[in-house]
């Protein structure tokens, strides 16, 4: 199993002097940053937390506490791809996609709040339609800036994380 790369930090000494300490915290910022801006963060309903994969390769990314602690304490303007997952009577898997740019900075654990009523939506226009029993599950991806993920980019993350195999179309189900 190859393993994958830790997004990290460097921990800052308790014994730091002000001055010290304002400059690892802004390389902290600053590579926090940079980190922000090469992964995608995905979320599934059917995982128990979000995941960065890289925005390079698409491989997914492990992250330490630390990291983790920053992330959640940085503000970056977020652009949000809200995805439905479905599965095609004929077996075959397809994904809708819908870009929503957040245009003022904030914090990764509000991007649920902010995108939740909006996906909702999106998911009941699909209940109406004739897509009704194809739908698998809701997700979404975010990335720093202006950076939107493209289908077959987004199919393939969804795929590696197991969420077309662990999971089943209502129509399938029927069965």
């Given at each position: 199993?190859?393993?994958?790369k830790?997004?990290?930090?460097?921990?800052?000494?308790?014994?730091a002097?002000?001055k010290?300490?304002?400059?690892l915290?802004a390389?902290?910022?600053?590579?926090?940053?940079?980190?922000?801006?090469?992964?995608?963060?995905?979320?599934?309903?059917?995982?128990?937390?979000?995941?960065?994969?890289?925005?390079?390769?698409?491989?997914?990314?492990?992250?330490?506490?630390?990291?983790?602690?920053?992330?959640?304490?940085t503000?970056?303007?977020?652009s949000?791809?809200?995805?439905?997952?479905?599965?095609?009577?004929?077996?075959?898997?397809?994904?809708?996609?819908?870009?929503?740019?957040?245009?003022?900075?904030c914090?990764?654990?509000?991007?649920q709040?902010?995108?939740?009523?909006?996906?909702k939506?999106?998911?009941?226009e699909l209940?109406?339609?004739?897509?009704?029993?194809?739908?698998?599950l809701?997700a979404?991806?975010?990335?720093s800036?202006?950076?939107?993920?493209?289908?077959?980019?987004?199919m393939?993350?969804f795929e590696k994380?197991?969420?077309y195999?662990?999971n089943?179309?209502q129509?399938?189900?029927?069965q």
């Amino acid at each position: 199993m190859k393993k994958r790369k830790v997004v990290s930090t460097p921990v800052i000494p308790s014994y730091a002097d002000k001055k010290q300490r304002a400059r690892l915290i802004a390389i902290q910022q600053k590579m926090i940053r940079k980190h922000m801006s090469e992964n995608y963060f995905v979320y599934a309903t059917d995982q128990k937390s979000v995941l960065p994969f890289s925005k390079y390769n698409l491989q997914e990314r492990g992250i330490d506490q630390a990291a983790a602690d920053l992330i959640n304490k940085t503000e970056i303007k977020w652009s949000i791809t809200l995805c439905v997952l479905m599965r095609e009577k004929n077996g075959k898997n397809k994904i809708i996609m819908e870009p929503y740019l957040i245009k003022t900075p904030c914090l990764h654990s509000e991007i649920q709040g902010l995108v939740t009523e909006i996906h909702k939506d999106m998911i009941l226009e699909l209940c109406e339609s004739r897509w009704a029993d194809n739908i698998i599950l809701p997700a979404w991806i975010a990335s720093s800036g202006e950076n939107e993920i493209d289908e077959i980019s987004a199919m393939t993350i969804f795929e590696k994380m197991g969420c077309y195999d662990n999971n089943k179309a209502q129509w399938e189900d029927n069965q």
